[in-house]
C-alpha cells in the first residue's frame, strides 16, 4: 500500500497544491473481498501504458526502476487477491486491490 500512495503523491507533484487531492477508500464486496482504492488527481494513466503498467521493468517515470507495480500485483495475487488501476473520469487515475476477508478463524 505504501507504495501506491507515494506513487500518487509523484503523479501529483507537477501539480499545484490547490488542485492536489489523495483519496483512500475502503469497502466489503458481496463476493467477501475487502477492496482498498487509492485515488489521485495527476495526469492519469498514458494510454500507450496502460497494458503494461504492472510488467516487471516497465516504468513511466525518469527515475523508476519499474519494480513496484509489478511487486504490488504479485504480494496481493499472494494472498488470493487482485491489483488493478483505472484513469478517473476527471483527472488521475485510481488503484485498487481486493483481497479476501478474513472470517475471525485463526486455526
Known amino acids: 500500500m505504501l507504495n501506491l500512495l507515494l506513487n500518487a503523491c509523484e503523479a501529483m507533484s507537477t501539480r499545484s497544491s490547490a488542485k492536489r487531492a489523495l ?16 485515488a489521485d ?32 500485483r504479485s504480494i496481493i495475487a499472494a494472498h488470493g487477491g487482485r491489483l488493478w488501476a483505472d484513469n478517473n473520469p476527471d483527472e488521475g487515475a485510481t488503484f485498487t486491490f481486493a483481497l479476501p476477508a478474513h472470517n475471525g478463524d485463526m486455526s
Do not use: Q, W
Not at 483519496?23 to 464486496?29: D, E, L, Q, R
Not at 494510454?47 to 525518469?62: M, V
Open 23 to 38: 483519496t483512500v477508500s475502503t469497502a466489503c464486496n458481496s463476493n467477501g473481498l475487502l477492496l482498498t482504492s487509492i
Open 41 to 72: 488527481r495527476g495526469n492519469g494513466i498514458p494510454p500507450d501504458a496502460a497494458d503494461r503498467l504492472f510488467e516487471p521493468f516497465f516504468t513511466t517515470k525518469p527515475e523508476g526502476l519499474g519494480l513496484g507495480l509489478s511487486i504490488c
